[in-house]
Structures are given as structure tokens and as C-alpha cells.
């Protein structure tokens, strides 16, 4: 079985954001898309850029594995019904115009490298946009 970036973007999505609203989820997912769009480099190889995505620190970039359980015990991936609605994320965020390039967790105050970005709140997380 091969990481594809697809697949990628679910792991990254459960693992960022999983228990949180499908809407959210979307926007990570958007911000995932953006940064690698931002960066020409893959879906792939953004998620696995260093300082990209705390959520997946510590995992070795791996494309290739025996099976779909593998796969899933690598990630400590153990909710399905979470990793199908973060694949739903990342499907819809392929439709969602979100300019969105970065994210933190609501509750972490606002980083001093977002303060002069543009922020929108969610219950769960901020979403910044660089306005140029």
C-alpha cells in the first residue's frame, strides 16, 4: 500500500483535528492544500516538511507499507468513523475558496507571527490568511 496524497491529507486531518465539526475539518484540510500549493511541493511532502504539523512530529515520512492495517497501527490511527469524515474533509476542501495557509488550536494564544495576519475563529481553532 502506498501513501498517496489523498491519504495523507485524512491522516493529517484525524490526527490535527479529529472530535471537532466536519466545517473545521474542512479548513484544515484547506490549509494542508494552500501550503503546498504555496510551497510547489506536494501534499505529501508539505505534511511532512519540518514545523509543517505538530500533530504528525515524530512520524518518519513512510510511503510505503504492507497493508491498510500497517498503515493504520503506524499512524495509531483507531477510530475509522473519524478518519472517513477527515476523508470527507479533505474531498470538500478541494471545492472551498479558504485562503487559509496556517492554524492553531483556539486555545494557544495568538503567535506573535500572526499578529498582522488576518484571523478567523472557530470553536475550535484560528485560521490565519496573509492579506497581501
Same mark, same amino acid.
Given at each position: 500500500m502506498i501513501l498517496t496524497s489523498a491519504l495523507a491529507c485524512s491522516i493529517t486531518v484525524y490526527r490535527e483535528?479529529? =472530535?471537532t465539526y466536519l466545517s473545521e475539518q474542512i479548513l484544515v484540510a484547506k490549509v494542508i492544500r494552500n501550503r503546498a500549493v504555496e510551497q510547489n511541493?506536494? *501534499?505529501?511532502?508539505?505534511?511532512?516538511?519540518? =514545523?509543517? @504539523?505538530?500533530? *504528525?512530529? =515524530? @512520524?518518519?515520512?513512510r510511503a510505503i507499507f504492507k497493508d491498510y492495517k500497517e498503515l493504520l497501527s503506524y499512524y495509531r490511527i483507531d477510530d475509522m468513523e473519524s478518519l472517513a469524515m477527515a476523508n470527507l474533509a479533505c474531498e470538500f476542501s478541494k471545492q472551498s475558496d479558504a485562503k487559509y495557509t496556517y492554524f492553531t488550536d483556539k486555545s494557544i494564544p495568538v503567535p506573535s507571527w500572526a499578529k498582522k495576519m488576518h484571523k478567523v475563529t472557530t470553536k475550535h481553532f484560528n485560521f490565519y490568511e496573509v492579506r497581501k
Open positions: 483535528s479529529r =472530535g511541493i506536494t *501534499l505529501v511532502d508539505t505534511i511532512y516538511r519540518s =514545523g509543517q @504539523f505538530n500533530a *504528525l512530529s =515524530g @512520524f518518519k515520512k
